[in-house]
C-alpha cells in the first residue's frame, strides 16, 4: 500500500524568507509523486511532479521539489515566499508497481506567509 | 467548459435524506475520480472510473455511497440516508486515459455538503 505523511499542520514564513513544506511517502515501487496546491473554496491545482530523471524539479509560480530516494521524502521549496502563496499544500504519491489507479494524498499542509 | 464542472457547489440537507452530486469532466479525459474531503483529514480516494472498465470502487466508505458515470462523461455521485459525518468537500478530478499517465489529475472546485 502506498502512503503519504506531512508532518506539519502548518508553516508560518515571513515574506522574503525561503520555505520548505515537508513530505515523506511510502511504496512498494517506483513513485510518482507530486505537489498540489489549494486556494480557499477553491479545487487542488497541479504544482509539479516527479516521474524519473533529475532529482529537483521545477514547477509552477517558482516552487521546486527535490525527490530523495533514500530519505523517501519529496519536501515542496520555495527561495522566496510571497503573501500570495498562503494557501494549503498536498503532496500525493502513485505507485508505480500496480497500486491503486488514483493519487493517495497527504493530509495537507497549510502555509502561511507573513508580511 | 474547459475545466472540472462540479454542481452544486454548495447542498445543504437534512440527516436521512438522499443527495446527488455531479461532476462533468474535462472534454476527452477518460479517467474520472472522486475524493472527499473533510477537516483535518486530507482528501479521501473514494471511487475511480477508466473508461468503460468496471470502477474501482475500493474506496467508498458504506454502501450508502454510489457513483455511476454515463456514456464515460458525467458523472453522479450518490449518497443515501445521509449522515452528519458526510458532511464533507466531495471533489472530482479528471485525467487523461490512466494507463501511461503520469498521474496529473484537474480538480473541479467541489460540491460543499452540510447535512444538519
Known amino acids: 500500500a502506498q502512503s503519504v505523511a506531512q508532518p506539519e499542520d502548518q508553516v508560518n514564513v515571513a515574506e522574503g524568507n525561503p520555505l520548505t513544506v515537508k513530505c515523506t511517502y511510502s511504496v512498494s515501487g517506483n513513485p510518482y509523486l507530486f505537489w498540489y496546491v489549494q486556494y480557499p473554496n477553491r479545487g487542488l491545482q497541479f504544482l509539479l511532479k516527479?516521474?524519473?530523471?533529475?532529482?529537483l524539479v521545477k514547477g509552477s509560480y517558482g516552487f521546486e521539489a527535490e525527490f530523495n530516494k533514500s530519505q523517501t521524502s519529496f519536501h515542496l521549496k520555495k527561495p522566496s515566499a510571497l503573501v500570495s502563496d498562503s494557501a494549503l499544500y498536498f503532496c500525493a504519491v502513485r505507485d508505480l508497481s500496480g497500486g491503486a489507479d488514483g493519487l493517495t494524498f497527504g493530509k495537507g499542509t497549510h502555509l502561511i506567509i507573513q508580511p | 467548459g474547459a475545466g472540472v464542472s462540479q454542481s452544486p457547489s454548495n447542498k445543504v440537507t437534512e440527516k436521512g435524506k438522499d443527495v446527488e452530486l455531479r461532476c462533468d469532466p474535462i472534454?476527452?479525459?477518460?479517467?474520472l475520480y472522486w475524493y472527499r474531503q473533510s477537516l483535518g483529514q486530507g482528501l479521501e480516494f473514494l471511487i475511480y472510473?477508466?473508461?468503460?472498465?468496471?470502477?474501482?470502487k475500493s474506496g467508498l466508505p458504506s454502501d450508502r455511497f454510489s457513483a455511476e458515470r454515463t456514456g464515460g462523461s458525467v458523472s453522479t455521485l450518490t449518497i443515501q440516508r445521509t449522515q452528519q459525518e458526510d458532511s464533507a468537500v466531495y471533489l472530482c478530478?479528471?485525467?487523461?486515459?490512466?494507463?501511461?499517465?503520469?498521474?496529473?489529475?484537474?480538480f473541479g472546485e467541489g460540491s460543499r455538503l452540510t447535512v444538519l
Open positions: 478530478a479528471s485525467s487523461l486515459s490512466s494507463s501511461g499517465n503520469t498521474g496529473e489529475l484537474f
Open positions: 472510473f477508466q473508461g468503460n472498465s468496471a470502477p474501482d
Open positions: 516527479y516521474i524519473t530523471g533529475d532529482n
Open positions: 472534454s476527452g479525459h477518460t479517467a
